[in-house]
Antibody
């Protein structure tokens, strides 16, 4: 069965970076794009970007350009999302979500809470 | 970016009631509209894709309709387990954008 398993919660200081992983299993890793979506406490869903696991190409949300980097490791079927220059507004639960071909997310990771606090 | 206006932001209904949520896109998105259910502390769950297609395993009391700019999500008979926040999402073009969410509670 398809599973997306994310890394554990992180606490970071302002200005630091965080790298969240999402390990995929149960399907052909390179056949489906992966998105990252975040949700600040009590808020809605915000799209962060997309990565093509086949060739590593990416497209990022404009507001995060320059701070976010998405990568993948095909040998371990894992995608990564790194966010730098963290600020308090980046405190959120970060999700990876598989794009099931029509831009809908049929499978999600369990979420990773990133807390940015001094 | 395409803006998605979802309403209401919250509603309270009785078990067995018909519940309707609307989502309006700021421009024509054809039928590239999806609906998700999110329960507290959990990841969103896909219910409806491409405006009206029921995801496998989702109860038939959930349905969606619409195309272009105006979309509707319906729960035909509200059940206690349907207490959640519901989000619409467009994917006509990047970036994908979500509605603000509708929190559904039991009266």
């Amino acid at each position: 069965q398809v599973q997306l398993v994310q890394s554990g919660a992180e606490v970071k200081k302002p200005g630091a970076s965080v790298k969240v992983s999402c390990k995929a299993s149960g399907y052909t890793f390179t056949s489906y794009y992966m998105h990252w979506v975040r949700q600040a406490p009590g808020q809605g869903l915000e799209w962060m970007g997309i990565i093509n696991p086949s060739d590593g190409s990416t497209n990022y949300a404009q507001k995060l350009q320059g701070r976010v980097t998405m990568t993948r490791d095909t040998s371990t079927s894992t995608v990564y999302m790194e966010l730098s220059s963290l600020r308090s507004e980046d405190t959120a639960v970060y999700y990876c979500a598989r794009d099931d071909s029509s831009g809908y997310y049929g499978y999600w990771g369990q979420g990773t809470l990133v807390t940015v606090s001094s | 970016d395409i803006q998605m206006t979802q309403s209401p932001s919250s509603l309270s209904a009785s078990v067995g009631d018909r519940v309707t949520i609307t989502c309006q896109a700021s421009q024509d998105i054809d039928n590239y509209l999806n609906w998700y259910q999110q329960k507290p502390g959990k990841a969103p769950k896909l219910l409806i894709y491409d405006a009206s297609n029921l995801e496998t395993g989702v109860p038939s009391r959930f349905s969606g309709s619409g195309s272009g700019t105006d979309f509707t999500f319906t729960i035909s008979s509200l059940q206690p387990e349907d207490i959640a926040t519901y989000y619409c999402q467009q994917y006509d073009n990047l970036p994908p954008t979500f509605g603000g969410g509708t929190k559904v509670e039991i009266k």
